[in-house]
């Protein structure tokens, strides 16, 4: 099993950036495939980014293609989600996540969460 945190959350102006960290404990973190998500206010939560787990592997939804980056680092037990240029679209609360599998864009495979962090994005 695997405790995630995440942070870096906040509020921010529409083109900023913001870099969202997800610190994992418990079992070794490089066994998990490791994804982002985000859930806006009366809409459903949607895989934003999914890394696999070396890292070699990424998957990023068409809205962020070109805007944010993901990285890991095994060592640290830590996945980061770099956010560029931020839009008002882009307000949710985004939580991270962690499968068994090597490498996956299907939330059913994601089975342990973060409590989220909250990121709102004004015009």
């Known amino acids: 099993q695997v405790q995630l945190v995440e942070s870096g959350g906040g509020l921010v102006q529409a083109g900023d950036s913001l870099r969202l960290s997800c610190a994992a404990s418990?079992?070794?973190?490089?066994?998990?495939?490791m994804g982002w998500f985000r859930q806006a206010p009366g809409k459903e939560r949607d895989l934003v980014v999914a890394?696999?787990?070396?890292?070699?592997?990424?998957y990023f939804a068409d809205s962020v293609k070109g805007r944010f980056t993901t990285s890991r680092d095994n060592d640290k037990n830590t996945i980061y989600l770099q956010m560029n240029d931020l839009k008002p679209e882009d307000t949710a609360v985004y939580y991270c996540?962690?499968?068994?599998?090597?490498?996956?864009?299907?939330?059913?495979?994601?089975?342990?969460w973060g409590q989220g962090t909250r990121v709102t994005v004004s015009s």
């Open positions: 890394i696999s787990r070396s890292g070699g592997y990424a």
């Open positions: 418990g079992r070794s973190f490089s066994s998990y495939a």
């Open positions: 996540a962690a499968s068994s599998s090597a490498y996956t864009v299907a939330m059913r495979d994601y089975k342990y």
